[in-house]
């Protein structure tokens, strides 16, 4: 069983285009996290969710909006594409917010806007 | 602004040797994160250091932590071509959000 799951793996699409990205996690964790790796490998923190709460919120584009209908999904939505939102998007997932605890990570989406 | 700065960013290096990757940051933090990634892959998590003076190893790999000279390091021992990857450092000063490093990429040739 996969421990945080993100669906799609791959998404390409136009610019202008509102597309949503998936995730889910079994561990029972209270915490979750989307994260944007760029090409040259960086990866930056967008929003993390506690249990439904949004907890952390980085400066990212409004046209960006997570949502978490329960404590185990969060999704993330984007409107109107830009060729700069480009990248790969982790969704991971840990135990609480302000533990000692790793992050646990899903296996990525790559999004692709043309 | 918090810094997590990796050195170096790229390493090529051959099968059995030694190599370490440092991992500096500039803000106080006494939890230190080590993942790896592979090529078009998620990231594992490798080790977590949660005070000065840690030193946790994993067979050919061993991270240990200075929080006084908030520096990390991560020693590879006799380099096997699985080892190949791109390594990241990570803080989370407060217990808050994870703020990675650029990364190393490790190449270990035959």
């Known amino acids: 069983d996969t421990a945080v799951s993100q669906t799609p793996k791959y998404l390409v699409t136009q610019m202008g285009n509102d597309k949503s990205i998936k995730c889910e996690q079994n561990?029972?964790?209270?915490?979750m996290y989307w994260y944007k790796q760029d090409s040259k490998k960086f990866l930056k923190i967008m929003f993390s969710?506690?249990?439904?709460?949004?907890?952390i919120n980085e400066t990212v584009p409004n046209r960006f909006s997570p949502k978490s209908p329960d404590k185990a999904h969060l999704n993330l939505h984007i409107n109107s594409l830009e060729l700069g939102d480009s990248a790969v998007y982790f969704c991971?997932?840990?135990?609480?917010?302000?533990?000692?605890?790793?992050?646990?990570f899903g296996s990525g989406t790559q999004l692709s806007v043309l | 602004e918090l810094k997590v700065e990796q050195n170096p960013l790229f390493l090529s290096m051959q099968e059995g040797k030694n190599y370490t990757i440092y991992c500096n940051y500039s803000?106080?933090?006494?939890?230190l994160y080590w993942y790896r990634q592979d090529p078009g892959k998620s990231l594992e998590s490798l080790f977590v250091?949660?005070?000065?003076?840690a030193v946790k190893q994993e067979g050919r790999l061993m991270a240990s932590l200075d929080t006084k000279a908030r520096l990390s390091t991560l020693h590879i021992t006799a380099a096997v071509h699985d080892l190949s990857a791109t390594y990241f450092c990570?803080?989370?000063?407060?217990?808050?959000?994870?703020?990675f490093g650029q990364g190393t990429t490790l190449q270990v040739k035959p």
């Open positions: 991971a997932s840990s135990q609480g917010a302000r533990v000692a605890e790793k992050l646990f």
């Open positions: 561990l029972g964790h209270d915490t």
């Open positions: 969710y506690n249990n439904k709460e949004l907890i």
């Open positions: 803000t106080t933090s006494d939890r």
């Open positions: 250091l949660l005070s000065n003076g």
């Open positions: 990570a803080v989370r000063p407060g217990g808050g959000k994870l703020i």
